[in-house]
């Protein structure tokens, strides 16, 4: 039965522990991971470079470990309710491209790094930091949303985002190019579609990386003082 997914025993969750998505179901296109009890942890690098589509994460899952699902070259979505991601989780994951990532207050280093096709992202309204490389070569990302829960963007957490046009929520300016704290220029959106930047007045400080892959930018207006 060409439906039929042949389940793959995995180590590290305990000797009663399946994973399913080893190939991929050609019907409904979906790798499940399966357990035979309650998991609420899944271990560093635990299903890297296996291949599926969809990704679906039980509800017991509150903590994904360090490259936990890197280099899944298949996988196209991802959904998950942990309240603890791991750094560089999804890293390397070409053809995703829609991530839904349950309760994290923290967006670690590397997560969805040389993600090139992700496009869509939701971040959770209880987001408070982004760590550098967060979103680093994400070269299909055009617009993100940030709650009002954040607080601390990291340097670095969207270079390489060359498609980047626009930010909302938290810290974006008006005009949507720029992400602005307290006189503190921490991101320009290198998609945004000008050759010119008018730095606002009242910046008293341009963030390491601020204007990183602005390949299409011209001039950088600095006002006096």
Not at 138 to 152: A, G, K, Q, R
């Amino acid at each position: 039965d060409d439906s039929h997914i042949e389940p793959v025993v995995k180590e590290g969750f305990g000797e009663n522990v399946k994973f399913v998505g080893s190939t991929v179901n050609p019907v409904t296109k979906v790798g499940i991971i399966e357990f035979d009890g309650p998991v609420t942890n899944i271990p560093e690098g635990a299903f890297e470079d296996c291949a599926f589509i969809e990704l679906i994460c039980p509800y017991s899952v509150e903590s994904v470990e360090d490259y936990a699902f890197a280099y899944c070259d298949t996988l196209e979505k991802v959904s998950l309710s942990a309240t603890n991601i791991g750094m560089y989780a999804f890293a390397n994951c070409p053809k995703l491209i829609c991530a839904t990532v349950g309760a994290i207050t923290t967006v670690p280093e590397g997560l969805f790094q040389n993600c090139t096709s992700l496009s869509v992202v939701s971040l959770p309204w209880n987001t408070q930091y982004i760590d550098s490389k967060a979103f680093e070569n994400c070269s299909s990302l055009e617009f993100i949303d940030l709650p009002e829960s954040i607080t601390h963007i990291a340097p670095g957490a969207f270079n390489g985002c060359s498609s980047l046009k626009y930010f909302s929520g938290k810290y974006a300016n008006e005009a949507g190019n720029m992400l602005i704290n307290e006189g503190h220029l921490m991101h320009y959106a290198p998609g945004y579609e000008n050759d010119v930047c008018t730095i606002p007045d009242g910046i008293t400080y341009i963030d390491a990386y601020a204007f990183y892959n602005c390949d299409e930018l011209n001039s950088v207006i600095i006002p006096k003082g």
